[in-house]
């Protein structure tokens, strides 16, 4: 069986999510069979092929320097899981 | 069963009140609901307001829209405002948007009533609805299927006749394998054709919202209401909306069909698979098209760039959940902490294995080889089907390889479940209009027909779908073990 | 370590990343309105707050400034342009990914050219989303113990204007903000006030050996809140990185935050772990190819900058450099200059009553310009009063003000307040004969060399004419008088 390439716990660090490591050890394993078939994409030549930026090409989509109405200010503080008057409060940042 | 437009038809002659439409509508979920579950939320109240004001419309003589007075449901991705809206996901098991994605303000523009909001996979991702973070959803034909994924839920309610219409989306397979697992039309636009403004994302570049429909007509008539440019999105093309209902036909005299090689040899082994898509490209035969091999020769790497490109964008796009600002929030002593706790617990497995994956493809030192590869095997995949149009008008072929599977029988192994998608990904890797009508059963279950057109040709597409479902007439055959063969409207 | 590098002088190699907020209506990427100090999550909506399902879409007017700010400095717009994703998580960041630009910028290349004359080359400047705003309870980062967040800020467009690393010296970098911040109000696209966090600036700085080629280890500095701390910032920091090169040591490459309560730069150790930043071309918004036709507009609409006004002012109006310098800092000040002139008021004189009293009296009156009453054909007037010899200079320092301030004519203000001097040579001479026959000792004194006594005289004659003669004419005629 192919081996998985990820090093899942740095990625899930980098990702905010905290797996376990019997949860590490199934993601590996069930990569492993996803990235046989990446390995085929890898083996194809692609050296005079451009990457689909869009699937149906735009350009320039802009809108105009207008302000339209927002969010009336107790909607957007209507979910808020936790708030301070008119604040959206949090944990303190410890980096 | 009543579809759409026969109760619109009866709403607009006064024969029936849109009340009536949406109270025998709402009996006929509720009553499928313990055994189905194809919802996760429930708006009687508000359904049966909007239905009032429908009806004192019409008493004045007003024109309420092209789906006045239908009950409908939508997928739990679509923000309904002031309508709790979950995508399937504890993270956002709360959450209630203030506001509403455009196709609901159009689908509401035009007189729909919303009954519901539909049960789903977790944030789209999955082909069974089994990986809904709340229960899973029964397929209405057997009890015991799968109602397939990820829009599941509005497959099943539609296929189990509690409501004509339901959005879905569609961003590997999404509407019409589900479709093609409940015995219901469903279908995925040209990328672009529809707005995906106020519908939770998935993967931006794939995701289209369609409709799950009793009949085609109904589809074209819904596709009508949602698509067209909307200046909220700016991906959505500026491409005027014809009146799809214009472009159904019943023969398919002087359509050049397109069957594709390598499909027919990846269902070879099955022999009752064989045998169900053989008879269905002889009826289109029989109704006039000239059948024409065609080959996707890139349609293998669908799996391996699909599951690159879509995770890749998922890992981003699902960063924004992380208990700051609306949904879930675990404590945690300081804020990165509490992101971590909360994202833990909000999402279920297969979301945190695809944002892995996908934070994987994008990594540093990673991204030519994963990301950037995958969209260049994107571009070779949708000059395989440039290639074909030039040879066909469309393409018919299978949607899914198997009929719907039991519960919990893919659930062991993600990579099983990701094949589902085989035969669908292509299409949506390279945009294209796609969709799935009822084309009979397997071992009394139930197995669709896709049709693929080229972009923006969404019109010929119905027109195929329907010519062929006149003259199969699968969805009036049989009747599914759950829900009312009247279609809630008697 | 080399003996000269030791030993010998060292040169600090400085870029410079400064960051503008653009003074757009509405926000980037959305219709929210872009205000500073509105109240607390007053501006927001489902796109820059990031709501599930909310999709961005660009504005033009941003992408027209910031090819405008390319333009006036010469770069190259580039055919071809696109927006990235910059992932990372960060509690003011509601997608927790910032739209912004990776590989292909919109502009590239051009440059500042700084009074000196020297011309500070431009690596790019590139578009994107500014972020929300933290607050930390206790006032500080450290000692916080929860964050309050204001989104108002969040997805207000930004632009990023990178230098080569072609700035000198502490002086020279205060010398491109200027330059940087004179031309940016001049095109209008920002209000670049510090202050308000419109314009903000962090530095990139490393020392080597003199007539080195290569770069040393760079350290970046932030933090940098006005251009003082930014002069002052690099003067300690080239500083401290020589004195650890003669001390033998390596310099580490990392972020310093400057601290103004100290006057030291510090480790800002937390900003150090690698970001991965996952840039990807962001699929919900679509490539911008900005054509020719746009930049000839925007080039056209560009109106005459910093550097081209001093030029002028030194060659057509004879002006010290200083002068044309103080002149140009702002537009309305330049404009009102011109102004002024064309009306007819003498260049140095204009210039004077412009960078002198002018500005005295506004700022007398927390007023701009344009909040005054001051319109340039009336200085030009009061220039003349004075060189027809109608008033003094001093009185006319006295009417300037409820001229600026009311909107007075001059000639009111001078009939008002008998300002009018006596320039009549017959008045004025008795007034001279008086004083001088009424001082003989202060003459006396004169005669034998006492320039002071002179001064005393004149104040003499301006005493007894109750400070209306003319004082040069008074001047001239006691000269002639005394002898």
């Not at chain 3, 060659?315 to 007819?344: C, I, K, Q, S």
Request: charged share 25%.
């Amino acid at each position: 069986m192919a081996e998985t390439p990820i090093d899942i716990a740095h990625v899930a660090r980098l990702a905010r999510i905290a797996l376990t490591d019997e949860e590490s050890a199934r993601f590996s394993a069930q990569f492993s069979r996803l990235f046989e078939f990446i390995r085929e994409l890898q083996a194809l030549d692609v050296t005079r092929v451009h990457a689909t930026a869009q699937v149906i090409p735009l350009h320039d989509v802009v809108r105009p320097d207008e302000v339209s109405p927002c969010l009336d200010h107790e909607a957007a503080l209507a979910n808020a899981p936790d708030r301070e008057g008119p604040y959206f409060k949090m944990p303190r940042i410890l980096e | 069963m009543k579809t759409g437009h026969e109760i619109h038809d009866a709403i607009v002659a006064r024969k029936l009140s849109a009340v009536e439409a949406v109270s025998a509508a709402l009996g006929a979920v509720t009553a499928a609901e313990p055994m189905l579950k194809a919802y996760l939320t429930l708006t009687p109240e508000r359904a049966l307001e909007r239905a009032k004001a429908i009806d004192q419309r019409i008493a004045r003589g007003e024109n309420p829209g092209l789906l006045a007075g239908v009950p409908v449901a939508v997928k739990d991705l679509f923000c309904t405002a002031g309508v709790r809206t979950t995508s399937g996901s504890k993270i956002l098991e709360n959450f209630i948007p203030p506001y509403s994605a455009t196709v609901v303000e159009r689908l509401e523009g035009a007189g729909a009533v919303i009954v519901g909001k539909t049960n789903m996979d977790e944030f789209a991702m999955g082909s069974s609805t089994e990986n809904s973070a709340f229960y899973p959803t029964r397929n209405p034909w057997d009890g015991e299927g799968v109602p397939g994924g990820s829009s599941g839920g509005s497959a099943a309610t539609v296929g189990a006749r509690g409501v004509p219409i339901a959005l879905g989306t569609d961003t590997g397979g999404s509407i019409r394998e589900p479709a093609s697992f409940c015995n219901v039309v469903g279908v995925k636009p040209t990328y672009g054709r529809v707005s995906r403004y106020g519908i939770v994302a998935f993967a931006s570049s794939l995701d289209q919202a369609g409709p799950l429909t009793l009949d085609v007509r109904d589809s074209a008539d819904t596709l009508e209401v949602i698509a067209g440019h909307d200046p909220m999105d700016s991906t959505s093309v500026d491409v005027p909306v014809p009146h799809y209902a214009a472009s159904l036909r019943a023969d398919l005299r002087g359509v050049r069909c397109g069957v594709v090689r390598e499909f027919e040899e990846a269902l070879k082994s099955d022999a009752k698979m064989t045998a169900l898509f053989q008879s269905a490209y002889r009826v289109l035969e029989e109704l006039g098209a000239q059948l024409v091999p065609v080959s996707l020769p890139h349609a293998k790497y669908g799996l391996a760039t699909y599951y690159l490109i879509a995770p890749a964008e998922c890992s981003s796009n699902l960063a924004r959940y992380d208990g700051a600002r609306y949904g879930l929030r675990v404590k945690g002593d300081d804020v990165f902490s509490m992101f971590e706790a909360t994202r833990t617990a909000g999402f279920g497995a297969e979301v945190k294995r695809r944002i892995i994956l996908g934070t994987y493809a994008l990594s540093s030192g990673y991204y030519d080889a994963y990301y950037v590869r995958a969209q260049k095997v994107r571009t070779l995949m949708k000059q395989d089907f440039d290639e074909a149009f030039e040879r066909c008008d469309v393409i018919a072929c299978p949607p899914v390889s198997c009929p719907p599977f039991e519960l919990g029988a893919k659930t062991q192994d993600p990579v099983a479940m990701y094949l589902m998608d085989y035969f669908t990904i292509p299409m949506s890797l390279a945009g294209l209009p796609a969709m799935s009508v009822p084309a009979g059963f397997v071992d009394d279950l139930p197995v669709g027909l896709q049709i693929v057109a080229p972009a923006f040709e969404e019109g010929r597409m119905l027109g195929v779908a329907h010519a062929y479902e006149q003259a199969t007439r699968w969805a009036w055959q049989r009747e599914p073990m759950i829900g009312s063969a009247a279609g809630g409207v008697r | 370590m080399k003996s000269s590098e030791r030993n010998g002088k060292f040169e600090p190699v400085i870029g410079l990343e400064v960051h503008v907020e653009l003074a757009t209506a509405s926000k980037m990427f959305c219709g929210c309105r872009n205000e500073f100090g509105a109240p607390p999550n007053t501006n927001v909506c489902p796109v820059c707050l990031g709501l599930p399902g909310s999709l961005p879409v660009a504005n033009a007017r941003a992408i027209e400034f910031l090819c405008k700010t390319g333009l006036a400095f010469g770069s190259t717009i580039a055919p071809f342009s696109k927006f990235d994703r910059k992932n990372y998580f960060y509690p003011d960041m509601p997608k927790n990914y910032q739209i912004s630009q990776y590989d292909m910028p919109l502009t590239t290349g051009g440059g500042v050219t700084l009074a000196s004359g020297k011309r500070i080359g431009l690596t790019r400047i590139h578009l994107e989303e500014d972020t929300g705003k933290n607050l930390h309870s206790g006032g500080s980062i450290a000692r916080s113990e929860y964050t309050l967040v204001d989104y108002n800020r969040a997805g207000v467009p930004l632009m990023e204007i990178v230098s080569e690393p072609e700035i000198s010296s502490a002086e020279e970098a205060e010398a491109y903000l200027g330059e940087l911040k004179s031309v940016l109000s001049y095109i209008g696209v920002s209000d670049v006030k510090m202050h308000e966090g419109s314009l903000r600036c962090d530095a990139n700085v490393s020392v080597r050996p003199s007539r080195s080629k290569e770069l040393g280890t760079k350290v970046e500095i932030k933090n940098l809140n006005s251009f003082r701390f930014v002069g002052r910032a690099l003067a300690y920091e080239i500083e401290r990185l020589e004195a650890s090169l003669r001390n033998g040591e390596r310099i580490v490459q990392e972020t310093r935050g400057w601290d103004e309560t100290t006057g030291t730069t510090h480790s800002m150790r937390s900003k150090e772990y690698a970001h991965d930043y996952r840039y990807f071309p962001d699929p919900d918004l679509v490539p911008m190819n900005p054509n020719v036709a746009d930049a000839e507009r925007w080039r056209r609409e560009l109106p005459e900058l910093p550097a081209a006004k001093r030029e002028r002012y030194v060659r057509d109006f004879g002006l010290p450099a200083y002068d044309a310098g103080v002149l140009t800092e702002d537009r309305p000040t330049a404009e009102f200059f011109e102004a002024v002139v064309a009306a007819g008021g003498a260049a140095k004189q204009a210039a004077n009553w412009t960078m002198g009293d002018v500005r005295r009296v506004l700022q007398k009156h927390e007023l701009t310009l344009a909040q005054s009453k001051l319109r340039p054909q009336t200085l030009a007037a009061l220039i003349k009063l004075v060189e027809n010899g109608t008033i003094s200079g001093k009185a006319a320092k006295e009417v300037i003000e409820p001229v600026a301030v009311e909107g007075r004519a001059p000639q009111d203000v001078v009939a008002e307040r008998g300002l009018a001097q006596t320039s009549d040579q017959s008045e004025v001479a008795r007034f001279v004969d008086d004083a001088i026959a009424q001082q003989p000792d202060s003459v006396a004194s004169y005669r034998a060399g006492k320039e002071k006594a002179f001064e005393f005289l004149v104040g003499q004659v301006m005493r007894l004419s109750r400070g209306k003669a003319n004082v040069e004419l008074a001047r001239r005629l006691l000269k002639e008088r005394l002898g």
